[in-house]
Structure formats: structure tokens, C-alpha cells
């Protein structure tokens, strides 16, 4: 009796691509030009007088808005390529920005109104000493840790009992818009020694340094284009590796995942972490170019612009949610000073074209326009 064996058929895994195409290296250097470059010379070489000038007003809109496109960025890889919406990103941009208000407060000195080692809110309030949690805010090296640790801390544990207990789609986003509310009313509140509803504000050194030279300025706005960069970098590495195949089958169909033999809780928990994360540095490099942090940074619909961002750039591609947050807040800054009372409404038809229309975001239309697969 003739026994036949057969062989297990192997599978082949598609080999990883590089990490830019040749196009994308040559765009990437290009963006890397104009922060490092081209932004600093037109700022501060060009005269105020010359069409060419960049004023300081451009240079901190355009900071600012670098700070969203990284948040856009963070909600990619959670939404876009996880399939995990959150409605409370808010909460660790706002964490990320308090962190670095502390320690902006504390380098104010004696230089406050009251001329006092606390910051004048506290003095007004009559403190008489610095609460626990402001121990390690005299020191920029903490700090530094800090804005990586407290948001970073707050998502493991939010999310580590929000994926063991299986919350996902509408749930998780409902449950996620609660936790940024709560601390919304907590930060409100003069007892927690943040500001309450005026925040913390009048910055004026960092570092030892003024915070409100052109120079200062400019370091601070080089230093977000780099991190806006250095993050898409990372980003694009995430999700060509073997975990970030993970994060895309979890995506789309979970139940398979688990069924493969893959456990998506550390998974799903890593990405929400390192988004977090993002979101922090992304407030903490907000706080010093803008001026001001206050608990408005949590409301829900700053939460909600996130996810805007992301899906009018487009989702699942990374450089689309940082072409989101320049078009929304270009948009919006342009027309609150050209149509200050219709500027809503121009948002509000934009986002109902996005969903009709563009689906898959600009980045869709654009390749859909030069003939490839949207």
C-alpha cells in the first residue's frame, strides 16, 4: 500500500517595503528644508518690510498647527489603522500642556504681580505653600519626563481596563469622551492647584531665556517641525513592521485576530499608549508658542476636531491626517477673519463634503485624480 505525503504549504509574507520611496525621501528633505531653513531666514534675516518676510504671527500659527498635525497623526494610528476611535485625545494633549505650564510658571519667579516664589494665581487664592504635585515642576529634565509619563500613564491604565473588559466601536468613543469630561470638571475646580478656569498664562522664561523673542520663537517652531517629522518617521516604521500588521488585521477583523492565536489587548494597548504619548509632547510644545493653557484644551470638541482632521486628510495614511490639520486650521483661521460670522458654516459644509463625497480624505482624491487605487 502506496502512502503519499504532502508537503505543508508555506506561506510567504510580503517583504517589508522601505521606509520612503524615493519621492517620499525627496519630499520629506524638502519639509525639512523649509523648517530647519527657509522658515528661520525669512523670519529673522528678511526685513519686516519685504514681501518675503514671514512674520511672527505666521511663525506661531503655523507652530500651532504643527502641534495639531502630530495629534492628527496620533488618532491616525489608533483610528486609521487600529480602528480604535477616540473622543478624548483632548485629555492627554491638555495633560502634555499642563506639565509644561508648570514648570513655564515656575520659571516666572518673582517677576508675577505679587512678586512672590508662587505662581500669582495661588497667591491670590492664598496658598501658602506649593502643592505635592507641583514638587518636581522647578526642574526642566522632570518635566521632560513628566510629559511623557503623565499622559502616558493615564491612557495604560485607562485603556489597559477599557480593552480587558472588551469595550470597542461606539462604546469605547462614548466612555473615552466621558473621561475627558471628568477632567474637564476636575481641572475646573481652584482646589487642584491648575489654574482652574483661567489656567496658567503670562509665561515669561524657559529655560532662563525669554520666551517672547523672535529668536525664542523661531527655536520653538524648528524644534515642533523636527518632532512633527521625527514622529512620521516613527509612524511609518509602526506600521510597516510585523506589529503594525497586527494593528491593521485588528482593525479589520478582531474575531480573526484572537482566532490566529494572537491576544490584541497588548496591542491594542501599545498603540493607545504611544498615541497618548504623541498627544502630550504635541500639548507640551503648544503651551510655550501659543501662550496659555487653560482647561478649554479638554472640551469634547477639541477632541472631536482630532478625529476631524484625521478623515478629512484621510485615514490610514499618516500623511494624510497632517494635511487635515493645516487645510482645517488654515481654513478656520482664514475665514474667522474674512467671514467672521459665516467661518461655520464653511467648516460645516467642508465636513459634510469630506463624508458624501471624499470618503477617503484628500490624499483619496488626490491619488483618485492622478489615476491610482484611492
Known amino acids: 500500500m502506496n502512502s503519499t505525503t504532502t508537503t505543508p504549504a508555506v506561506v510567504a509574507l510580503p517583504e517589508r517595503g522601505p521606509l520612503l520611496t524615493r519621492p517620499g525621501w525627496s519630499a520629506f528633505i524638502v519639509a525639512l528644508l523649509l523648517v530647519c ?35 492628527a497623526l496620533a488618532m491616525d ?30 520659571q516666572i519667579g518673582r517677576d508675577g504681580n505679587y512678586k512672590s516664589d508662587l505662581p500669582d494665581f495661588m497667591v491670590f487664592l492664598d496658598w501658602k505653600e506649593l502643592p505635592w504635585h507641583w514638587a518636581l515642576s522647578d526642574s526642566f529634565i522632570a ?35 466621558a473621561l475627558t469630561f471628568a477632567a474637564l470638571l476636575l481641572f475646573f475646580r481652584n482646589e487642584t492647584g491648575m489654574g482652574g478656569n483661567n489656567g496658567f498664562t503670562d509665561f515669561k522664561r524657559i529655560l532662563g531665556l525669554p520666551i517672547a523673542t523672535p529668536g525664542m520663537r523661531m527655536t ?52 493607545w499608549t504611544i498615541s497618548a504619548v504623541m498627544c502630550g509632547v504635541a500639548g507640551a510644545l503648544y503651551v510655550p508658542q501659543v501662550g496659555i493653557i487653560n482647561p478649554g484644551e479638554m472640551s469634547t470638541a477639541a477632541s472631536i476636531e482630532m478625529a ?27 475665514l474667522t477673519v474674512a467671514f467672521p460670522e459665516f467661518w461655520l458654516y464653511f467648516l460645516g459644509a467642508l465636513f459634510i463634503a469630506v463624508t458624501l463625497w471624499m470618503p477617503q480624505g484628500v490624499v483619496g482624491l488626490v491619488k483618485k485624480l492622478r489615476g491610482g487605487k484611492a
Open 77 to 106: 494610528l489608533i483610528w486609521g489603522y487600529t480602528g480604535i476611535l477616540s473622543l478624548g485625545h483632548g485629555l492627554f494633549f491638555a495633560l502634555g500642556g499642563y506639565v509644561m505650564g508648570m514648570y513655564l510658571m515656575r
Open 143 to 177: 518635566t521632560l519626563l513628566l510629559i511623557v509619563l503623565v499622559p502616558g500613564v493615564v491612557a495604560f491604565v485607562f485603556g489597559y481596563f477599557a480593552f480587558r473588559s472588551r469595550i470597542k466601536g461606539v462604546y469605547f468613543s462614548i466612555i473615552t469622551q
Open 37 to 71: 531653513a527657509l522658515a528661520p531666514v525669512l523670519n529673522l534675516l528678511v526685513p519686516e518690510d519685504s514681501a518675503f518676510h514671514l512674520s511672527g504671527y505666521m511663525v506661531g500659527l503655523l507652530g500651532k498647527i504643527m502641534c495639531y498635525a502630530i495629534c
Open 220 to 271: 520653538l517652531f524648528v524644534f515642533t517641525g523636527l518632532t512633527l517629522l521625527g514622529f512620521y518617521l516613527f509612524a511609518r516604521w509602526l506600521v510597516g513592521s510585523k506589529f503594525g500588521r497586527v494593528l491593521q488585521a485588528v482593525r479589520d477583523s478582531e474575531s480573526r485576530v484572537m482566532f490566529c492565536g494572537y491576544n490584541p489587548l497588548p496591542y491594542k494597548l501599545t498603540i
Open 308 to 334: 476631524v482632521w484625521a478623515a478629512v486628510g484621510g485615514r490610514a495614511t499618516l500623511v494624510g491626517p497632517i494635511a487635515g490639520a493645516f487645510i482645517v486650521n488654515g481654513a478656520k483661521s482664514w
